[in-house]
């Protein structure tokens, strides 16, 4: 029998991104396997999350939590009270942060170690705290929880931690949510973003450095410049701090489109993905890079790099690239003129997604919960 496990949802921002998918994607998982589940959460995800496993115990959590800085302050006090509260056997921290006294075992999931190995790409004060964070929670929790064995290595070469207590738990996917679009849902999200059945290259994530947005704007430009109908680029996502994409987009030729729709709904990922000729994502190195197995889902021909993660989550099913401007260039230029090997790589794509479950992710999960109460 699984022991009783909280999990905080606390952390979860209000738009989902990777982290809400990965919490909500486990929680419906673990949920499905009768597991003896709380949930804090922030108070205008109470209702959310008791849809989603209504068989849990759900606590709201105060409403302080929709601040960051109260959020982090609340974890080292308000957590391990919840914790007794519910009677839990252990705490699953799913976002980095741990409390110093947990009063119980600690599972903590650390995304992934760029913070580290790619200082550069954050901004100083948020580098250092995430290092300081996967440092505490390398020395306190009993057991840690990874999305690959990239980042496992990461960590045990970089913050010398014990790689007998990290445990690799893939990500899954929404298999409902992320499918083949069908033509007519194409073509509306076609419509929706104004290509009128322009052919498009997408991009989908956050506009962070790591995710190299400038480097895909300045290779789709040579890519595409003297194409007698150059598909346009949709760079869809959230916020970030990366300055260097304005510049990036004003050098733009006139004759070329660049689209910039912002956050798009969920119930339109799918089409938007799946409807590209292209789906780009030479991201500087990843923890997991949840954005390709989602469009990898949807049918899509991906670009991507060799950094860290990604070749555990693409396998042969996607095209590389290095993630310099020409590099991308010269990759996305051969899969635009090779319309065969796109329609191969889409069908490669979907049926390796396949293989990425949140049932099994939430079974490696369950494994951690019961090492880490057992000792083991």
């Keep these: 029998m699984a022991p009783r496990v909280l999990i905080d949802a606390s952390a979860v921002p209000a738009d989902r991104g990777g982290l809400g998918r990965y919490v909500d994607g486990l929680l419906a998982a673990l949920a499905e396997k009768d597991t003896d589940l709380a949930v804090v959460c922030q108070r205008v995800d109470a209702e959310r999350y008791g849809r989603l496993v209504p068989a849990a115990q759900i606590v709201a959590g105060p409403a302080s939590l929709t601040n960051r800085t109260a959020r982090i302050a609340w974890e080292q006090t308000g957590l391990p009270l919840v914790a007794e509260h519910v009677a839990a056997k252990v705490i699953h921290a799913p976002n980095y942060s741990v409390p110093m006294r947990p009063g119980r075992p600690v599972v903590t999931t650390i995304h992934d170690a760029t913070f580290f190995s790619e200082p550069d790409l954050y901004p100083a004060t948020r580098g250092a705290f995430y290092r300081a964070a996967i440092r505490s929670a390398v020395k306190r929790s009993t057991r840690c929880i990874v999305p690959s064995k990239a980042t496992r290595d990461e960590l045990v070469r970089l913050v010398d931690a014990d790689s007998t207590r990290i445990d690799v738990a893939y990500h899954g996917v929404d298999h409902d949510v992320f499918r083949p679009p069908t033509e ?27 995710k190299n947005v400038p480097s895909l704007i300045r290779g789709w430009v040579s890519a595409v410049g003297d194409l007698p109908e150059p598909p346009a680029l949709v760079i869809a996502g959230g916020a970030g701090w990366d300055d260097e994409i304005e510049a990036a987009v004003a050098e733009v030729p006139s ?31 990843e923890g997991f890079g949840l954005p390709v197995l989602e469009a990898m889902a949807c049918g899509a021909a991906v670009l991507t790099t060799h950094r860290l993660s990604l070749p555990e989550v693409g396998g042969d099913a996607v095209a590389y690239t290095e993630p310099d401007s020409a590099s991308i260039g010269t990759a996305l230029s051969g899969l635009l003129g090779d319309e065969p090997r796109r329609r191969a790589l889409g069908a490669a794509a979907h049926a390796r997604s396949l293989e990425f479950t949140w049932e099994a992710s939430a079974q490696a999960h369950l494994q951690a919960y019961t090492r880490a109460v057992s000792g083991d």
């Design 255 to 285: 004759q070329l489109r660049v689209i910039r729709p912002g956050y798009l709904r969920m119930a339109d990922l799918s089409a938007f993905l799946g409807g590209a000729v292209v789906v780009a994502y030479p991201s500087h190195g």
């Design 184 to 210: 007519a849902e194409a073509a509306r999200i076609s419509a929706r973003l104004g290509l009128r059945g322009q052919q498009y290259v997408a991009f989908l994530g956050a506009f962070e450095p790591r």
